[in-house]
């Protein structure tokens, strides 16, 4: 068994700010390339919710440093989410680099946070630095991690910053800040005169990142564009291991970066994103047990990773296909060699009742053109879809006093797949139902909606869910979006709705389902009905809104899927 041994040791910034890390190395003669990890835990945690702890890593061969950022843990300064990273992260790559017993070359890892270091320490490409493995990150901050398609994502962005600012408690010896912030991280503070605005956060956490997220509701700001990774990547060309999950609310930040990372570089590209949340990544999540093949394999895939591009080893990396995506449904996993473009659309229709009846709303497969109605629809086999129907309107209305709750997904806490089935039975939630599937449809890659819809307010929010439909009536989702709407035309709008990506399989005989409401409530604020932000919408100005879905010739609202085939 390899002797590890650990030790404790400081750098200065060029501010001359002290930076603390644990280093972790095999008792050794031989020089070995470093892994590096920068995070605002507590280096002691090391990302071990989701990776093998240091010492393991140390053990094939490298020297671990897992640094506390400025402001965290031991290290002096003052935390400032994202704001020093770019500087303190060349600084520190430089600094690790010359480490006694090292070969002076350095790679990444990490998640959340502790991806994005690594793309702030990437930005100017640090000779030394040959390779990172980013792990649920935001490309674009604004669009990828605060928002989604307009939307504060209130439950995410409310948990962590109490979170981090529970750390700033305790690391400053305040017990009584430190344990009302406990307790609210239990029990999020939703039920305040402006519930995206809480007390709890203006009185003990007045400095948080939080507010000002809130309060720059515009993507074009300064704010955002200082510190969003897509402004310092432009000329970056760094071999980049990305990983996801498919529930992570994070995915399209993702996502986002793989693509323009493999649009702009010649350096290889890797995706892998499996069944998980934001955490654990494991092979049980939500309801459903995805299998053996779901157990977590990154520790020994970012080994290989970076055997091959600090080590000069052939792994045999690049001759794997480059995107190995996991399967739900089959339970999986597959390679590709780039996302599938090819197309399915099903079409929404129904009989004005898709609110009250489980029949009466259908998706319509593209295929051809029929004679039959919805009802004889539902009670056939037949996979081909109509699109000659008489056109036809769905009525959703939204009581802001019982607003839909989130259940699952990418956006909430417990995040995953659940039976959604007595959630749909809610007369507040639209639901479309195709025919029983004839054959396996393979979904890989981007889902997008697109809703003819007229509404009475000047603001309201869409949430789509897309589940699967067993025989005996249990409805599981696999994916969702959601969009926030501001208009000052109450005429009919087509509107676009970009789901999260998924791959899954949905096997014949069951059904595909696609769920309407007007809320997802606390995944993001309950819209007040008067084009107000969420920084500033008060409950008590919370309307009711009603929503009209179309369907038909005149009004072809569909949805949009691609898949692979087999």
Known sequence: ??????????????????????????????????????????????????????????????????????????????????????????????????????????????????????????????????????????????????????????????????????????????????????????????????????????????????????????????????????????????????????????????????????????????????????????????????GIEAQNPIDDIQIRWFNHWLKDQDTGLLQEAPLSLFEMGSNQWREFDSLPDNQQIYYLASDGQASIREDSGMLWKYEATLNISPHELLDTNLSQTIIEFEPNTDILVHDPWRPVPALGGHSAYPSGSFDRSALDCRSDVLTYTSAPLESDLHLAGAITLEIYCTAENSSFDLCAVLSTVNSDNAVFNFTQGYIRVVTSDLNTNLIKIPLQATCMCIAAGKSLRLSLSAACFPAYPVNPGNGKLAYESRLLDESVITLLIHSGDNHPSRLMMNFSTK
């Open 1 to 290: 068994m390899v002797k590890i041994i650990k030790q404790t040791a400081s750098m200065q910034t060029r501010d001359r700010v002290r930076l603390d890390a644990d280093i972790y190395r095999p008792d050794t003669d031989e020089k070995l390339p470093i892994l590096l990890m920068r995070q605002p835990y507590g280096r002691e945690i090391a990302s071990t919710v989701v990776y093998a702890h240091p010492r393991w890593y140390a053990a094939q061969g490298y020297i671990v440093v897992i640094q506390d950022v400025r402001g965290r843990g031991t290290s002096q300064g003052e935390f400032d989410l994202f704001t020093h990273e770019v500087t303190d992260g060349l600084d520190t790559i430089d600094w690790v680099s010359q480490l006694p017993g090292s070969t002076g070359k350095v790679g990444m890892y990490g998640f959340s946070y502790q991806g994005m270091t690594q793309l702030y320490t990437a930005a100017h490409q640090p000779e030394c630095l040959k390779a990172i493995a980013p792990a649920m990150v935001a490309y674009d901050l604004y669009t990828d991690w605060a928002y989604e398609n307009g939307a504060f994502c209130l439950f995410a962005n409310l948990a962590w910053a109490i979170q981090l600012a529970g750390e700033t408690a305790r690391l400053q010896g305040d017990e009584a800040a430190y344990l009302e912030l406990r307790a609210a991280s239990r029990n999020l503070p939703l039920n305040g005169s402006i519930p995206a605005n809480p007390e709890l956060m203006r009185k003990l956490a007045p400095n948080s990142f939080y507010h000002q997220w809130l309060n720059n509701p515009n993507p074009n700001t300064e704010y955002w564009q200082q510190r969003s990774p897509k402004y310092f990547l432009a000329n970056v060309d760094l071999p980049m291991l990305h990983i996801g999950g498919w529930f992570d609310p994070y995915l399209r930040g993702t996502l986002n970066l793989y693509q323009a990372m493999v649009a702009q570089t010649k350096q290889p590209q890797h995706l892998l994103v499996g069944p998980w949340a934001h955490l654990p990544w494991g092979r049980k999540l939500g309801a459903v047990d995805y």
